[in-house]
């Protein structure tokens, strides 16, 4: 007794599925082989997706976006579209990869070598715009954690450029003593839709509803879970608390912003507290003693500069550099204090997401 045709035919499709399985599988194991991963798979990349993703972008492939000056290295967009293509983004990703990277390339500490640092940094990428919603970029619940492609790809695509084409590797040229979990991804959009305030995006000085993209080093991120209080100072002081624990300090130096929870940023908005109200307020009161400096082994023994004065240390002098940001879920009072690295503060910078609609990408040849 013979199969019938329309059973060999299937017998034969499940084998050429598995073939190409298989094929799939050997180019990830080749590309760990090559040292090519951030230690998870990536995705193969052929000629025609590369270009796919090129279109999508009125950028000249060979432009250059991102380099270490000091290694004698640079990215263009045909590298940084690759490496795109490897974390798992989707063409109309790549824009917002190319804006991440002029966002970071203003940032003095990527210049200056902080990829290789001992802390680690992790890049926390802002994204404001109606891109969010075009790409699925989550803005609410859990976004700071896992499960939505364009947070996790995006961010992942930075890294990757980072470790393939400017080829600062763990234990090689980083030189990070623990490093951070977010290096693997930390983009998230902001939640304007629920914030009580302007969006990071125009308070740098874009218009209302640009796409946009605003990026710095972190060196972690300390969760401020308060849902015990309706007072506005109340909860404000428990921000100066973790702003100015100890172990943030380094000599006269240290940093903090704010990824702030909507129940909490409505909570400030509420009170009558702008951002620049409440990045005041924290400077000011965001102080540790000198007596509780020298009690942890970081007295400061007479040094003088910015911050310094007669209570202690004011762990972020200059309020302009505390960002703030609002994003999350609207169903419990908590947000995260993060510290971007670096003495020189983050350049404050907002860039333009440039794309190429879905009909100028059927002009050029490009994928839909």
């Given at each position: 007794?013979?199969?019938?045709?329309a059973l060999a035919g299937d017998?034969?499709?499940?084998?050429?599925?598995?073939?190409?399985?298989?094929?799939?599988?050997?180019?990830?194991?080749?590309?760990?082989?090559?040292?090519?991963?951030?230690?998870?798979?990536?995705?193969?990349?052929?000629?025609?997706?590369?270009?796919?993703?090129?279109?999508?972008?009125?950028?000249?492939?060979?432009?250059?976006?991102?380099?270490?000056?000091?290694?004698?290295?640079?990215?263009?967009?045909?590298?940084?579209?690759?490496?795109?293509?490897?974390?798992?983004?989707?063409?109309?990703?790549?824009?917002?990869?190319?804006?991440?990277?002029?966002?970071?390339?203003?940032?003095?500490?990527?210049?200056?070598?902080?990829?290789?640092?001992?802390?680690?940094?992790?890049?926390?990428?802002?994204?404001?715009?109606?891109?969010?919603?075009?790409?699925?970029?989550?803005?609410?619940?859990?976004?700071?954690?896992?499960?939505?492609?364009?947070?996790?790809?995006?961010?992942?695509?930075?890294?990757?450029?980072?470790r393939n084409v400017l080829g600062?590797?763990?234990?090689?040229?980083?030189?990070?003593?623990?490093?951070?979990?977010?290096?693997?991804?930390?983009?998230?959009?902001?939640?304007?839709?629920?914030?009580?305030?302007?969006?990071?995006?125009?308070?740098?000085?874009?218009?209302?509803?640009?796409?946009?993209?605003?990026?710095?080093?972190?060196?972690?991120?300390?969760?401020?879970?308060?849902?015990?209080?309706?007072?506005?100072?109340?909860?404000?002081?428990?921000?100066?608390?973790?702003?100015?624990?100890?172990?943030?300090?380094?000599?006269?130096?240290?940093?903090?912003?704010?990824?702030?929870?909507?129940?909490?940023?409505?909570?400030?908005?509420?009170?009558?507290?702008?951002?620049?109200?409440?990045?005041?307020?924290?400077?000011?009161?965001?102080?540790?003693?000198?007596?509780?400096?020298?009690?942890?082994?970081?007295?400061?023994?007479?040094?003088?500069?910015?911050?310094?004065?007669?209570?202690?240390?004011?762990?972020?002098?200059?309020?302009?550099?505390?960002?703030?940001?609002?994003?999350?879920?609207?169903?419990?009072?908590?947000?995260?204090?993060?510290?971007?690295?670096?003495?020189?503060?983050?350049?404050?910078?907002?860039?333009?997401?440039?794309?190429?609609?879905?009909?100028?990408?059927?002009?050029?040849?490009?994928?839909?």
């Open positions: 007794m013979t199969a019938s045709p017998a034969e499709g499940a084998a050429d599925d598995a073939a190409r399985l298989v094929y799939a599988r050997g180019a990830i194991e080749h590309a760990y082989a090559q040292g090519w991963t951030d230690g998870l798979p990536v995705v193969p990349v052929t000629a025609g997706v590369l270009e796919g993703f090129l279109a999508a972008t009125p950028q000249h492939r060979d432009e250059v976006v991102a380099t270490a000056t000091h290694l004698g290295r640079a990215c263009t967009v045909e590298q940084a579209a690759v490496n795109a293509a490897m974390a798992g983004c989707l063409p109309e990703h790549l824009p917002v990869v190319l804006a991440a990277w002029d966002a970071l390339m203003r940032q003095r500490v990527v210049t200056g070598g902080g990829w290789q640092s001992t802390s680690g940094p992790a890049p926390l990428i802002v994204v404001n715009g109606p891109v969010r919603a075009d790409l699925g970029i989550n803005s609410a619940g859990g976004v700071l954690g896992p499960g939505f492609r364009a947070n996790a790809t995006i961010a992942r695509a930075v890294g990757l450029v980072v600062i590797r763990p234990q090689e040229l980083e030189q990070s003593t623990q490093g951070l979990p977010g290096r693997f991804s930390l983009c998230i959009g902001e939640n304007e839709e629920e914030s009580p305030w302007e969006p990071l995006s125009v308070e740098l000085g874009r218009a209302p509803g640009t796409d946009a993209v605003s990026a710095m080093l972190l060196r972690t991120c300390e969760f401020v879970d308060n849902r015990h209080t309706s007072d506005a100072e109340e909860l404000l002081w428990d921000f100066a608390d973790t702003i100015a624990r100890t172990g943030a300090a380094i000599g006269r130096h240290s940093s903090a912003g704010l990824v702030l929870g909507v129940e909490h940023a409505q909570l400030l908005a509420g009170a009558g507290f702008g951002k620049a109200d409440v990045q005041r307020w924290l400077s000011e009161h965001a102080v540790r003693s000198h007596a509780e400096l020298e009690r942890a082994g970081k007295g400061l023994h007479g040094e003088q500069g910015p911050g310094i004065d007669e209570n202690g240390l004011h762990m972020v002098p200059d309020p302009a550099q505390i960002p703030i940001v609002v994003a999350g879920a609207r169903n419990a009072a908590m947000s995260m204090v993060v510290r971007p690295f670096g003495f020189g503060g983050w350049s404050r910078t907002s860039h333009p997401v440039h794309r190429h609609h879905r009909e100028e990408r059927h002009r050029r040849g490009g994928a839909t």
